[in-house]
């Protein structure tokens, strides 16, 4: 059964940082290869997809929307995957949820291959002055 608990939320100021982590029950160094990431939902609007990396050979996606302001990375040897978030726009309360499924290789990376995942219960992140 695969396990993710996310850590790392907070309130934060427009234009401040804030790094989300997620850990895995060792997901990174299984031999099937997964795909992790980033999914955030904001109060009545639907959850979107923000980025996500492969455990396979650590490639990268982004959607547009944080492109350039946000950076996803891996540690093999916690078995976590890190969320950096800068230039962080205002917004309510958001419930940022880290998820993960076995990656199609078939497929290019997209936070749309994280569809019907493991989910982690989320940490809350606001950005408010």
């Known amino acids: 059964q695969v396990q993710l608990v996310e850590s790392g939320g907070g309130l934060v100021q427009p234009g401040g940082s804030l790094r989300l982590s997620c850990a895995t029950s060792?997901?990174?160094?299984?031999?099937?290869?997964?795909?992790i990431g980033w999914l955030r939902q904001a109060p009545g609007q639907e959850r979107e997809g923000v980025s996500c990396?492969?455990?396979?050979?650590?490639?990268?996606y982004y959607e547009d929307s944080v492109n350039g302001r946000f950076t996803i990375a891996r540690d093999n040897a916690k078995n976590t995957v890190y969320l950096q978030m800068k230039n962080l726009k205002p917004n309510a309360t958001t419930v940022h949820s880290c998820?993960?499924?076995?990656?199609?290789?078939?497929?290019?990376?997209?936070?749309?291959?994280?569809?019907?995942?493991?989910w982690g219960k989320g940490t809350l992140v606001t950005v408010s002055s």
């Open positions: 060792g997901i990174l160094t299984d031999p099937d290869f997964y795909v």
């Open positions: 990396i492969s455990s396979r050979d650590g490639n990268e």
């Open positions: 998820a993960a499924r076995w990656q199609d290789t078939g497929h290019a990376m997209s936070t749309t291959q994280l569809n019907k995942p493991f």
